[in-house]
């Protein structure tokens, strides 16, 4: 039964994919590290903004987002939960926002992390686009996505979205590392079981310790990151920090809507005035050596010639 809906709904989105709509609307792409606070950044920027995204329920159904989306527009298809509760980037609710990797992958090679633009395939990206193009339209908003897999896929972003712009939140490399590390554990049982996106030069680090790993894709995701800015443009480039964000988010959401106004041909539309109180997460989640190594380790990296 459940496959007939899900066939029969991929049929409804194929015909849905075929009209023509422009992209109206800049899309948003936040970048950030894993375990950097980027699905806290992105429920509240949801919450604060009206936006489309990929939710749950559409996550669901990889086959049929935009469908989805106008079945469930008039019953809080696209209102993000009151919650900031999360856990390793999954919420709770079919409304909340998800990282969209089922429906990612529909375009872009789920075995690469880093993506050359030049092999993109053009009728995947043609029908990425046409699927934003019609969320947007169907909710008459801007589409934002966050997933760790945009760090490393930026070129690829950028080159299927001409258009877009991208939030890029920063945090602590010590802290980001230690978190890493401690996720591997927590959410793996395996601290040297790889975690989230991988770095370009990801060959030469995979045989390394886990607490070497962890520093080594912090600065080197970091690096890829600076590396593809520049190339891309640093004019389609928000950056804020954690810390930042942690301690005043009414400050940095009304610079990032300022951002945008500058850049796009709208505002984006406020939904929640009142921003709510966030206290930084700053404990350490590893022991005392494990912390020291992780210090030692990305200064050591840090200070190689090539490193930004």
């Known amino acids: 039964m459940i496959k007939r809906i899900r066939g029969a709904l991929a049929r409804v989105e194929r015909a849905e994919l075929r009209q023509a709509r422009a992209i109206e609307h800049r899309p948003l792409f936040i970048v950030s590290l894993p375990r950097s606070g980027s699905t806290l950044f992105y429920l509240l920027l949801l919450q604060r903004f009206r936006l489309?995204?990929?939710?749950?329920?559409?996550?669901?159904?990889?086959?049929?987002?935009?469908?989805?989306?106008?079945?469930?527009?008039?019953?809080?298809?696209?209102?993000?939960?009151?919650?900031?509760?999360?856990?390793?980037?999954?919420?709770?609710?079919?409304?909340a926002p998800n990282q969209g990797w089922t429906i990612f992958n529909r375009w872009l090679p789920g075995d690469l992390d880093y993506i050359d633009p030049a092999t993109l395939d053009p009728a995947a990206v043609d029908e990425m686009r046409r699927t934003v193009a019609g969320l947007q339209h169907c909710f008459d908003a801007p589409f934002a996505s966050k997933w760790q897999r945009h760090a490393p896929r930026l070129r690829a972003l950028a080159a299927?979205?001409?258009?877009?712009?991208f939030v890029h939140l920063r945090r602590s490399a010590e802290m980001t590392a230690q978190s890493i590390l401690a996720g591997r554990r927590e959410f793996l049982g395996d601290e040297r079981a790889w975690l989230s996106a991988r770095?370009?030069?990801?060959?030469?680090?995979?045989?390394?310790?886990?607490?070497?790993?962890?520093?080594e894709q912090v600065c080197g995701l970091e690096r890829d990151i600076a590396e593809d800015r520049r190339l891309i443009g640093e004019?389609?480039?928000?950056?804020?920090?954690?810390?930042?964000?942690?301690?005043?988010?009414?400050?940095?959401?009304?610079?990032?809507?300022?951002?945008?106004?500058?850049?796009?041909?709208?505002?984006?539309?406020?939904?929640?005035?009142?921003?709510?109180?966030?206290?930084?997460?700053?404990?350490?989640?590893?022991?005392?050596?494990?912390?020291?190594?992780?210090?030692?380790?990305?200064?050591?990296?840090?200070?190689?010639?090539?490193?930004?």
């Not at 996550?59 to 939960?81: E, I, K, M, Q, Y």
């Not at 770095?199 to 520093?215: K, L, W």
């Not at 106004?261 to 009142?274: C, D, I, M, T």
């Open 199 to 215: 770095p370009r030069n990801y060959a030469t680090i995979r045989d390394m310790s886990p607490v070497e790993q962890v520093c």
């Open 160 to 165: 299927a979205f001409p258009e877009a712009l």
């Open 235 to 308: 004019d389609r480039f928000f950056t804020t920090t954690y810390e930042d964000v942690c301690a005043n988010p009414e400050s940095v959401l009304t610079a990032l809507a300022a951002w945008y106004r500058a850049r796009a041909a709208g505002s984006l539309e406020v939904r929640l005035v009142e921003m709510p109180r966030l206290e930084q997460r700053s404990a350490r989640k590893v022991s005392a050596e494990d912390w020291e190594q992780i210090s030692r380790c990305i200064e050591a990296i840090r200070s190689r010639p090539h490193s930004a």
């Open 52 to 95: 489309c995204y990929f939710s749950n329920l559409m996550a669901r159904l990889p086959d049929s987002p935009v469908t989805v989306g106008r079945l469930t527009r008039h019953l809080g298809g696209a209102s993000p939960p009151g919650s900031l509760a999360n856990h390793f980037g999954n919420t709770r609710g079919w409304t």
